[in-house]
């Protein structure tokens, strides 16, 4: 049995050393938590403790420093397509547009931060959406140009009456 001094300056106890365990993991007591069995007049640190050695037990050391993963394709980055997805916003189609310049933009800072992968998924993201809203513009402004020579077009054969 054992009793402890609260992070109140309150002695608590008797504890059994399985629910000394118990608030050990609950956060209510750690290494430097005072402790003394009971009969004994010394306070000492949870931590001296061979009994719960295995709780406070430093960290292993690593195999060695965590070696970031190479680029692919020879650390040549991926291209962001962020003049394509600026030119097809301002003359095809504005909301397709804009979510291409949204991932053009991530493209560089995802390689700089390592994350080749994310780079490239979103390198190919922004060129979907690239080609997407300049398929859509095209189809849009050549339908407003059809549109526009049938307009004309029948006025034309309406002024000969």
């Known amino acids: 049995m054992y009793k402890i001094i609260g992070a109140n300056q309150i002695e608590y106890g008797p504890v059994t050393a399985p629910q000394l365990r118990a608030w050990i993991a609950e956060g209510r007591a750690d290494a430097n938590t005072r402790v003394k069995l009971d009969g004994d007049t010394e306070w000492r640190p949870l931590r001296e403790f061979a009994e719960f050695a295995d709780l406070f037990a430093p960290p292993l050391p690593s195999a060695g420093p965590a070696i970031p993963p190479s680029p692919p394709r020879d650390g040549v980055p991926v291209p962001n397509y962020l003049v394509q997805s600026i030119l097809v916003t301002l003359c095809c189609c504005l909301p397709l547009g804009i979510v291409a310049i949204v991932y053009a933009s991530q493209v560089n800072g ?17 060129r979907l959406w690239c080609w997407l809203s300049l398929g859509l513009g095209l189809l849009s402004h050549g339908l407003i140009l059809i549109l526009q020579l049938t307009v004309g077009v029948a006025g034309a054969f309406k002024n000969l009456q």
Do not use: H
């Open 110 to 126: 995802k390689w700089e931060a390592g994350n080749y992968a994310g780079a490239q998924a979103a390198s190919k993201n922004a």
